[in-house]
């Protein structure tokens, strides 16, 4: 089974500019997340998408991030513009199915991450 | 007072001790626990997962999980040095978010 597919895996931009990251969950995933890792600390969950509804965004900065899922399956993130802050590593995640009766369904798989250096 | 505490360390280990990495958490509703181990330069990768109280034995790893005690704890039997990673308690809030520790640093040492 192939796992959670991002690109690029790395990305360096100025201030300013806008970057986007593309993510593939594993197949058949029905919630997929986005997370922000910076160095020296666990990730943090921007945004959870079950199927293609949102579920939770409420750690999204929205007056720069937006991410969309439109089909379901794979989902991208856009950052514009991007501050210094946003320096960080941008992982993926998804998990296997949407009913909370079974605990599978928290065992969330990473994506190898796209690393952000904003300049 | 932050949702999911570890040490940060570095835990030194020499090669084939015991490691043991412990993680308290905030939220007395939470019911899934998980260990994550992050190479430098890598993404989390999910060795452990608990739910009951008690331990659960996979391979060299067993998590230790107290509810009441609001503790969740990994032990590394006969370490190696490709154990040496950071290791992230993550936790399942109330609100069915996955919230994470910082991480602990293991080092082990030929």
């Known amino acids: 089974?192939?796992?959670?597919?991002?690109?690029?895996?790395?990305?360096?931009?100025?201030?300013?500019?806008?970057?986007?990251?593309?993510?593939?969950?594993?197949?058949?995933?029905?919630?997929?997340?986005?997370?922000?890792?910076?160095?020296?600390?666990?990730?943090?969950?921007?945004?959870?998408?079950?199927?293609?509804?949102?579920?939770?965004?409420?750690?999204?900065?929205?007056?720069?991030?937006?991410?969309?899922?439109?089909?379901?399956?794979?989902?991208?993130?856009?950052?514009?513009?991007?501050?210094?802050?946003?320096?960080?590593?941008?992982?993926?995640?998804?998990?296997?199915?949407?009913?909370?009766?079974?605990?599978?369904?928290?065992?969330?798989?990473?994506?190898p991450g796209t690393r952000l250096t904003v300049t | 007072q932050k949702e999911v505490e570890q040490n940060s360390g570095p835990l030194s280990v020499p090669e084939g001790a015991i490691a043991s990495l412990n993680c308290t958490y905030s939220d007395r509703v939470s019911q899934s626990f998980f260990w994550y181990r992050q190479y430098s330069g890598k993404s989390p990768e999910l060795i452990m997962s608990i739910y009951s109280n008690g331990d659960k034995e996979d391979g060299r790893f067993t998590a230790q999980l107290n509810k009441a005690s609001q503790y969740v704890s990994l032990l590394i039997r006969d370490s190696q040095p490709s154990d040496s990673a950071t290791y992230l308690c993550a936790v399942i809030d109330s609100w069915g978010k996955l919230q994470f520790g910082a991480g602990t640093q293991v080092v082990v040492t030929p």
Not at chain 1, 41 to 68: C, H
Not at chain 1, 85 to 106: F, G, I, K, P, Q
């Open chain 1, 1 to 111: 089974e192939a796992g959670v597919a991002q690109s690029p895996r790395y990305k360096i931009i100025e201030k300013r500019q806008s970057v986007a990251f593309w993510c593939n969950p594993i197949s058949g995933h029905a919630t997929l997340y986005w997370y922000q890792q910076i160095l020296g600390q666990g990730p943090k969950l921007l945004i959870q998408f079950q199927n293609n509804g949102v579920v939770d965004d409420s750690q999204l900065p929205k007056d720069r991030f937006s991410a969309e899922r439109l089909k379901g399956v794979d989902s991208t993130l856009k950052i514009q513009p991007a501050k210094l802050e946003d320096s960080a590593v941008y992982l993926c995640a998804s998990s296997h199915n949407t009913d909370t009766e079974l605990r599978a369904v928290y065992e969330q798989y990473f994506g």
